[in-house]
């Protein structure tokens, strides 16, 4: 997910909001984190029905050489469709879509390299158009009533520039435990780090993960403890204990995955992958709506990374602090001191709307969260008349 933070600002508002000292009303945090896209590339076109939204205009382009002053350009469209190709997104593509070459001292760095990039894998050009494309919010239908009714968070980047898996560890431990790749093998054997699961049982707030095939958080070692057993459960268990008001303070939904190479799924279906997504958070979204729970629940749904898509915020790339100072491995050696490509997320919470006008709904739910520094969420109007 989003930030080098998150975790640790998930437990402290876990604590805080089950502290009786600040009667706070949130005591259930729930957790999507769907995969591969920008925030560009998914959310960037709500500009258009929300200015304060740091989003896509059109204007944005990329070259499809960035040495050659003349290179033909490609601008963000408004084009994208549910069937998209899986575009670069390992540690050296990523590099060449932030730094335009493998020259990492810009700062801020250019983010030109995305087209370039694709035309590495793609020699039609057609990926390159296809990554700097985004969807009309009404192709994400969902998201732009949530985004509307909402916080849209636009300052969230993925922890690590890498793909899935150190951007997933990252998610419920702050650390990859040095992981600057998908290594089947040490999946397999599962990341030694702890996790908010820990944090959070220790502290005598319940957690549950309730997944659709396989569960990725078993990728943590620790997960697979024989006491944490209970756990787990199926993703029908979610809706049945969201009925039941029964939802654990700490609750992971996890989706359905393609990626999972040591389990791959058997029911995929590429060409309706965000759609797919789309009716997911419905409903996930819908069921916890009617859940008795609702009154004291925030939903945040994120990205692990951002899928080789363009965006045009410059990745933050000093001042990044490493969480354990674990140095990747050979040949990058990456020292986990810049962060990945921005991406989507968005908060969802009855309290998100507190005190704001439901008729002008379209434009006052909007916060900010700092990549580095979610303590600013925690400060924020909207949400700290919630949180
Ligand atoms: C929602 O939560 C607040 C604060 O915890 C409480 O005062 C209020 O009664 C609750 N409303 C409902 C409908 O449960
Ligand atoms: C997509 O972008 C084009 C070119 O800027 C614009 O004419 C069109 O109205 C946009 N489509 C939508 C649905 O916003
Ligand atoms: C890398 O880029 C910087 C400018 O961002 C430039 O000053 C430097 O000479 C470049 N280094 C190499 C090896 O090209
Ligand atoms: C694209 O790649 C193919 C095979 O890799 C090659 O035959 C073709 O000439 C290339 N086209 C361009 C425009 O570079
Ligand atoms: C590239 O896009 C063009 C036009 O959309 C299409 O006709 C062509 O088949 C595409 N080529 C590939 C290799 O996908
Ligand atoms: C996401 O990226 C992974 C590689 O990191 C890839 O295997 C997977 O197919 C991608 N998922 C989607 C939905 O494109
Ligand atoms: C973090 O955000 C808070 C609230 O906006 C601010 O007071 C503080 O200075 C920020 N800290 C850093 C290190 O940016």
Redesign the pocket.
């Known amino acids: 997910m989003g930030t080098r933070t998150t975790i640790s600002v998930l437990f402290l508002m876990l604590i805080a909001l089950h502290s009786p000292i600040h009667a706070n009303p949130i005591k259930t945090i729930v957790v999507i984190v769907m995969e591969n896209r920008s925030f560009d590339h998914m959310l960037g076109w709500m500009k258009r029905i929300n200015p304060e939204v740091n989003g896509v205009d059109g204007s944005e382009a990329n070259p499809l050489s960035t040495t050659d002053p003349n290179s033909k350009r490609f601008f963000f469209k408004n084009e994208s469709h549910y069937v998209d190709p899986d575009p670069g997104h390992s540690f050296q593509a990523i590099r060449e879509q932030i730094f335009g070459s493998d020259n990492t001292s810009a700062d801020p760095p250019p983010m030109n390299g995305f087209a370039q990039q694709a035309f590495s894998m793609d020699n039609t050009t057609n990926m390159s158009q296809d990554v700097m494309n985004g969807f009309n919010p009404d192709m994400v239908a969902v998201y732009k009533t949530l985004v509307s009714e909402f916080a849209v968070c636009d300052r969230w980047f993925a922890s690590v520039p890498s793909s899935t898996q150190p951007n997933r560890l990252y998610v419920h431990s702050g650390t990859s435990a040095g992981a600057t790749s998908n290594i089947p093998a040490l999946l397999a054997k599962g990341y030694p780090q702890r996790t908010i699961f820990e944090s959070v049982d220790d502290a005598g707030i319940s957690f549950g993960i309730y997944y659709q095939n396989i569960p990725a958080t078993l990728f943590y070692r620790n997960l697979r403890k024989l006491k944490y057993i209970t756990k787990f459960h199926l993703y029908d268990t979610f809706k049945s204990h969201a009925k039941q008001g029964k939802l654990p303070g700490y609750t992971v939904v996890e989706q359905r995955y393609f990626d999972v190479k040591i389990a791959p799924a058997n029911d995929d279906h590429p060409s309706h992958d965000v759609f797919q997504g789309q009716m997911f958070v419905k409903e996930v979204y819908e069921t916890l709506r009617a859940s008795p729970q609702w009154n004291d629940t925030l939903l945040i749904i994120t990205y692990d990374e951002h899928g080789g898509f363009y965006d045009h915020v410059a990745t933050p790339v000093h001042g990044v602090p490493s969480p354990d100072g674990i140095v990747g491995p050979e040949p990058f050696l990456f020292r986990f001191d810049r962060l990945g490509v921005r991406v989507p997320t968005i908060m969802v919470s009855p309290w998100i709307e507190k005190g704001t006008e439901r008729h002008k709904l379209l434009i006052s739910h909007y916060i900010i969260c700092?990549a580095?520094?979610l303590?600013?969420l925690?400060?924020?109007n909207h949400m700290s008349k919630g949180i």
């Open positions: 700092h580095l520094n303590s600013a925690l400060s924020n």
